[in-house]
C-alpha cells in the first residue's frame, strides 16, 4: 500500500512518520520511525523542543513561587495591621496546589485518551486567564479579596497542573535515548529560572515604587500612598506571568502528535501521521484521504501493541511491576513536596525567622525579601537543577534521588535540632544546601521518571497520578503541618515551633530513601526496554536468534520431522 505524506507542525518537532511513509508493514514503520528518534543525534531540534517545553514550566514556577513574595504585600494593602492573617495566607497558597492535583490528574487522564497534542497548549491558555484575572482581582461589597483570589488560583492551578504531564511525556517521547534525561531535566530546570524571575520582578517593582513605601517606618504607618504603591506592586508581579505564557502558545497548539502515542494509541496510522506534524513545514496538521486512511485503519490491527482499555489498564497496574513503580514514583514525589513546598511556599517567613528579612521599615523588609530569595534560587536551587542536568544521563535517575534524599535528611535533622544553636548565617548555609539537594536529587528525578517507566498508553495518566500525590503532599505540609511553627506564637516569637516543623520534615526526607528503591533505573535505554515492550523489533530479534540457532543445530532426522510436522498441523 503506498502512503500519502502529512504535513503540520512547527520548527521545535520533527515529523518522523513522513520518512517512512513507504513501508506498508505498521509494526515495522512503528520500529524505524522510534528508532529513528531514540538514535537521533542531538541538535537544534532538540534545544528547541525543549526551550518550547520549558517556557511553560518557567510560568507554572512563577506563578506557583511569586505568591512566597505577593502574601506580604497583600497584607500591607488589605489589612490595617499590615500583615495577612496566617488562614488567609495558607489558603491563598494553598488553593494552587489543590487545583493543580485537579489538573494533573484531568490532563494525565486526557492526553492518554484523546491525545498529547490536542491538550497541549489549552493548559497555557487557561494559565493566561486566571493570572490575568488575578492582577485585576479587587474588594467588594458582596465578596471578600482573599475569596476571589482563591478562586482564580484554582483555576490558574488546574492549568499548571495540566503542564506537568504534558510538558514531561511529550518531551520524553521525541526525546532521543541518549540524552532524555538531560532534555526532561533542561524542561524542568526551568522552574529555577521561574522562580528566579518571580524574585526579581519583586526586587524591581520594589526599588521602582521605594519613594512611597520607605516612609513607612513599619507595617501598620502604610498610609494611602503606600498602600497604593504596593497594590500596583503585587498586580506587577502576578500579571508578569502571563507574558511567557503567551510566548509559548503558538508552538503548543501547533506541536504534532508524538509518534509513540499515534503508533501505540491512536492506531489510526493515517490520522495518526496527519496529527504528527510537520516539523519542518510549519503547519498545525496535515489532511488525511478518507480511502487512504481506511485502508490504513486494516493495516493498523496488525500492530502488536495492546490496546488502552480499563481492563487493560487495571491488568497492568495490578502487576507488581508497575504497581511496584507508581508506588514508588507517586510515593517519591508525595515525599518530596511535604518539605519542598512546605518550604519553597514559606521561604519570606524563614528568611524573617532566621534574622534576614525582620525589618520593620516597609521598603526595607520588601527588598530584604526579595534578595534573599535571590540568594535562596542562585545559590541553591538553580545550580541544584542543573547539575542534575549535567548529570543525570551518567550518574542515573535512581542514584541522584537516593543521594538527594539522605543528605536531605541530614541536613533537617541537623537545622531541627540544633536550629537554636546556629547562628543566622550558619542556618541561611545549611538552608542553600537544603534548596541544592532538593534539586540536585529528588524534585528533579520525581519528575523525570514517571515520564519514562510506564508503556505509552498509560504514561501521561501514571505521570498525572505521581504528579498529584506530590501536590497532595504540598497542601499536607501547608494545611497541617505549616501551621504548627506557629504553635505557642508570641509577640516576640512568631514561630516557636520552626525547628520542630524541620524534624517533621526530616522523618519524610527518610521516608524518601525506601520508596526510591522501588524506582527503576531509566538511564540510556529506549522507553520501550524500560517498560519491556519491544513488539516489532523484540520480534525481529527472537527470530533473527531462533535462525542463528537452527544453523548451528544438526538437522533432525526425517522421521523426527515428519513427526513434529503432523503434530504442529494438528495443532
Not at 471578600?144 to 495540566?162: A, C, E, T
Not at 546556629?422 to 528525578?445: E, K, R, V
Request: one cysteine or more; charged letters at 15%.
Amino acid at each position: 500500500m503506498e502512503t500519502s505524506k502529512t504535513s503540520g507542525g512547527n520548527a521545535a518537532f520533527r515529523n518522523f512518520n513522513n520518512q517512512f511513509a513507504h513501508v506498508s508493514d505498521p509494526n515495522e514503520r512503528r520500529r524505524l520511525a522510534l528508532a529513528e528518534i531514540d538514535r537521533a543525534p542531538f541538535g537544534w531540534y532538540h534545544v528547541r523542543a525543549v526551550v518550547v517545553a520549558g517556557v511553560g514550566f518557567f510560568t507554572d514556577a512563577y506563578d506557583l513561587f511569586a505568591i512566597n513574595l505577593v502574601t506580604g504585600m497583600l497584607g500591607l494593602v488589605y489589612w490595617k495591621s499590615g500583615k495577612i492573617p496566617e488562614h488567609s495566607d495558607t489558603a491563598i497558597k494553598v488553593s494552587t496546589s489543590g487545583g493543580t492535583v485537579i489538573g494533573q490528574l484531568a490532563f494525565g487522564w486526557l492526553a492518554d485518551m484523546i491525545g498529547r497534542k490536542k491538550m497541549y497548549g489549552f493548559e497555557l491558555l487557561i494559565i493566561i486567564v486566571a493570572t490575568l484575572a488575578q492582577a485585576v482581582t479587587s474588594e467588594s461589597y458582596s465578596m471578600h479579596f482573599v475569596g476571589l483570589l482563591v478562586f482564580w488560583r484554582v483555576i490558574m492551578g488546574i492549568g499548571i497542573g495540566g503542564d506537568y504531564p504534558l510538558s514531561s511525556i511529550i518531551t520524553s517521547e521525541f526525546a532521543t535515548t541518549k540524552w532524555r534525561g538531560a532534555m526532561m531535566g533542561s524542561v524542568f530546570a526551568m522552574q529555577g529560572i521561574g522562580q528566579l524571575a518571580a524574585a526579581l520582578m519583586a526586587l524591581i517593582v520594589t526599588v521602582a515604587f521605594k519613594s512611597k513605601t520607605q516612609p513607612a517606618s513599619k507595617p501598620s504607618h502604610c498610609d494611602v500612598a503606600c498602600r497604593t504603591a504596593v497594590d500596583r506592586m503585587w498586580r506587577i508581579i502576578i500579571g508578569f506571568g502571563a507574558v511567557p505564557a503567551c510566548i509559548a502558545l503558538y508552538y503548543r497548539l501547533t506541536i504534532p502528535e508524538t509518534p509513540r502515542y499515534t503508533f501505540d494509541v491512536a492506531r489510526d496510522v493515517e490520522k495518526g501521521r496527519a496529527d504528527t506534524g510537520a516539523y519542518l513545514v510549519g503547519q498545525a496538521s496535515g489532511e488525511v484521504d478518507e480511502i487512504t486512511r481506511i485502508e490504513g485503519m486494516q493495516h493498523s490491527a496488525e500492530l502488536q501493541v495492546p490496546k488502552a482499555t480499563w481492563k487493560d489498564f487495571w491488568g497492568i497496574f495490578l502487576q507488581w511491576r508497575y504497581g511496584k513503580f507508581l508506588l514508588g514514583t507517586a510515593g517519591s514525589w508525595f515525599l518530596l513536596d511535604v518539605a519542598f513546598y512546605g518550604l519553597g511556599l514559606n521561604n519570606s517567613i524563614i528568611l524573617a525567622e532566621i534574622g534576614y528579612a525582620s525589618k520593620d521599615n516597609v521598603y526595607d523588609k520588601l527588598y530584604n525579601n526579595a534578595v534573599g530569595n535571590l540568594i535562596l534560587i542562585c545559590a541553591g536551587a538553580i545550580p541544584g537543577y542543573w547539575v542534575t542536568v549535567f548529570t543525570v544521563d551518567i550518574v542515573g535517575r535512581k542514584p541522584i534521588q537516593m543521594m538527594g534524599f539522605m543528605l536531605l535528611t541530614v541536613l533537617f535533622i541537623v537545622i531541627g535540632f540544633a536550629f537554636h544553636r546556629l547562628s543566622p548565617n550558619a542556618l541561611l548555609g545549611l538552608y542553600i544546601l537544603c534548596q541544592f539537594f532538593f534539586n540536585f536529587g529528588p524534585n528533579a528525578t520525581t519528575f523525570l521518571v514517571p515520564g519514562e517507566c510506564f508503556p505509552t498508553r498509560y504514561r501521561s495518566t501514571s505521570h498525572g497520578i505521581s504528579a498529584a500525590s506530590g501536590k497532595v503532599g504540598a497542601i499536607l505540609a501547608q494545611v497541617l503541618i505549616g501551621p504548627l511553627r506557629t504553635r505557642g506564637a508570641t509577640a516576640s516569637n512568631a514561630s516557636p515551633w520552626l525547628n520542630h516543623v524541620m524534624q517533621i520534615f526530616a522523618v519524610f526526607m527518610f521516608a524518601g530513601i525506601f520508596t526510591t528503591w522501588l524506582i527503576p533505573e531509566t538511564k540510556r535505554k529506549t522507553l520501550e526496554q524500560i517498560c519491556e515492550e519491544l513488539y516489532g523489533e523484540g520480534i525481529a530479534e527472537e527470530e533473527k536468534a531462533i535462525h542463528a540457532a537452527a544453523a548451528v543445530v544438526p538437522a533432525a532426522a526425517p522421521q523426527e520431522a515428519d513427526f513434529k510436522h503432523e503434530v504442529a498441523e494438528r495443532s
